[in-house]
């Protein structure tokens, strides 16, 4: 069984802060992980994936996200927040034989001028 | 360009009619899938299938049902509409074997009245 626990349903940062979303998961096989962006009325975006090849992941929109096996974790970052960045983020766990995704409940990112 | 299409973005229907969300994709996927998300939440699974002539149902119990008899188009279809199915409904497909990540439509905005 996959699950994946997201870590504050709603973050709010300023205009060139830091963003951090936070991801956990579980897994019984090797994961293959992924970040999603939802902007309004809109279907999902994939941001980024992990797939077992190099630990830190560089996406578009200069997200990027790590994988850190003994954490069980794989948080999203981008240095410097934008306007645009506003959206909802969810994180999505798969593996194995299973070609479904487990999805988190999804963190609201709000950026203040 | 590959993609993939939901039509229509946006519905208003009234209690009992029978409706049909239409997805299809560019893309030559032989793996789609059915979610449905009430506005902020978690996605939820409804149908999926992984060829043609095959359909699954999700991990959410859904009224509605899906057929499969072209690899580019998964329609969805509610026999009897009620407001309880107000909803998004957004579908995706995947690629075989590798990676694992599901690309979206940009949704149907469903309203039951």
């Known amino acids: 069984a996959q699950s994946v626990t997201q870590l504050g349903s709603h973050v709010s940062v300023s205009e060139g802060a830091l963003v951090l979303l936070r991801c956990n998961y579980s897994?019984?096989?090797?994961?293959?992980l992924f970040w999603y962006v939802q902007y309004p009325n809109q279907g999902l975006q994939l941001l980024l994936k992990?797939?077992?090849?190099?630990?830190l992941v560089k996406g578009i929109n200069g997200f990027e996200a790590e994988f850190k096996k003994s954490e069980t974790s794989f948080h999203l970052t981008k240095p410097s927040a934008h306007m645009s960045d506003a959206a909802e983020y969810f994180c999505?766990?798969?593996?194995?034989?299973?070609?479904?995704?487990?999805f988190g409940k999804g963190t609201l990112l709000t950026v203040n001028p | 360009e590959a993609d993939i299409y939901q039509t229509p973005r946006y519905l208003v229907i009234g209690t009992g009619k029978k409706i049909t969300l239409e997805c299809s994709q560019t893309m030559g996927h032989d793996k789609m899938y059915w979610y449905q998300q009430d506005p902020g939440m978690e996605l939820h699974l409804i149908h999926y299938?992984?060829?043609?002539?095959?359909?699954e149902k999700g991990d959410l119990s859904s009224e509605s049902t899906v057929s499969r008899i072209r690899t580019e188009h998964f329609p969805l279809t509610l026999e009897s509409a009620r407001p309880s199915h107000t909803s998004q409904y957004l579908c995706?497909?995947?690629?075989?074997?590798?990676?694992?990540?599901?690309?979206f439509g940009p949704g149907t905005r469903l309203t039951v009245t």
């Open positions: 897994s019984s096989v090797p994961p293959y």
């Open positions: 995706a497909s995947g690629v075989s074997g590798g990676t694992y990540e599901q690309y």
């Open positions: 992990y797939t077992s090849a190099a630990t």
């Open positions: 299938s992984y060829g043609v002539n095959s359909t």
């Open positions: 999505a766990v798969s593996g194995g034989s299973n070609y479904k995704l487990t």
